[in-house]
């Protein structure tokens, strides 16, 4: 599911479609692309999916991760930037809070890398991340109570983390935070 913004992004969507029915053999009915979709019909397929992919190097956020992970899906994205630093994290349910290690009890996604990165560094990534299509086999074996777990944490962190309730909560402390010194400030003049 993509938005295109351009005659460029549709006509690459439609090299991938190809390569992806064309060249790789994948039957149509189990890899569907999507594009300009009304918001109703993401929500639906966000509903029906178990996966999300993000295979963009080095993007500075990743909203659409965020998104996909706060409707429930497991995210697989590439281990660099936003996504690696700041939205698929590990996550301790118990405690509600980022912490350090990613094991399988905090878990929230999977992370990939692949040769072509700019940054790429044999000896530090092939050992630390797999390949995306390393990746599909991993997830492809997880259990249904695993791929739930993942599912919970993943959700929990970024609803905590990027929710608009979490948003206002801490606009409101930076506005009480500003208040009060306004307030320490007028007093000082009046001495």
């Known amino acids: 599911i993509v938005s ?3 005659q460029e992004d549709r006509d690459y969507v439609r090299q991938l479609s190809s390569w992806a029915h064309d060249e790789l053999s994948i039957p149509k009915e189990l890899l569907k692309f999507h594009t300009d979709c ?3 019909q ?3 397929y966000l ?3 178990t996966y999300g992919i993000n295979a ?3 993007e500075h956020f990743g909203i659409a991760v965020v998104e996909y992970v706060a409707s429930g899906l ?3 994205v590439h281990a660099s930037a936003g996504p690696l ?3 698929v994290v590990p996550w301790d349910v118990e405690h509600r809070c980022q912490v350090k290690h990613n094991t399988t009890e905090t878990r929230t996604g999977f992370f990939f890398k692949d040769q072509s990165d700019p940054d790429y560094d ?3 990534d092939a050992k630390k991340y797999p390949t995306l299509s390393e990746l599909f086999v991993t997830v492809i074996n997880l259990t249904a109570k695993e791929k739930k777990d993942i599912s919970k944490r993943g959700r929990e962190c970024v609803l905590h983390k990027f929710s608009d309730f979490k948003f206002h909560q801490d606009w409101s402390l930076v506005l009480e935070q500003l208040e009060s010194r306004s307030s320490v400030i007028s007093n000082k003049k009046r001495k």
């Open 74 to 76: 497991i995210p697989l």
């Open 42 to 44: 993401i929500k639906k």
């Open 85 to 87: 630093l700041d939205i």
């Open 4 to 6: 295109t913004r351009s």
């Open 56 to 58: 963009m190097w080095n």
């Open 122 to 124: 044999e000896l530090l």
């Open 47 to 49: 509903s029906e999916s």
């Open 38 to 40: 009304p918001y109703e």
